[in-house]
């Protein structure tokens, strides 16, 4: 799937045209939570699956997701939110679990977002506890707990 903002061939129908090297995973979080960039993604996963299994002549059984890295967690909450997905391959899912991330100090690379976050719009972390209930919202670490299919993940 070439995933909204991430360079490839098609562009958002949102407020962003073309490329955006960073700021998926804080895109729309001063906004409500259906506003999240990533809750599009991961609907826009659903919605690729359910149009494949629907495809003539394709046998909806033997349909499932993958992904690697940053595919891992679209790939994770397609398997969640398309339940008739059989089977599920997820390699080193990046943006699982933020808030773990962040405890942990390893929020640099692709997260380093976060920090740049906060040093913009929360610098005293006076809503830290709440920012990170709304990416929570699409966290796919919660909504894994959907999935019904075979499931072969491997964790960094």
Known sequence: MDCRREGGLSEDVGDVKGRTFSGQ???GL?????????RDVFLDTAQLADIV??????DASRVGACGGSQGGSPAL???SLEPR???LSSTFPFLCDYHRVWEMDLATNAYQE??????LYDPLHKREDGIFTRPGYIDVASLSARI???VRMVRG
């Open 25 to 27: 995973i804080t895109h």
């Open 30 to 38: 001063n906004n409500k939570p259906n506003k999240l960039l990533f």
């Open 53 to 58: 299994k629907n495809m003539p002549g394709m």
């Open 77 to 79: 909450a397609c398997a």
């Open 85 to 87: 997905n059989e089977r």
């Open 114 to 119: 976060l920090h740049d976050y906060f040093r």
């Open 148 to 150: 019904r299919g075979r």
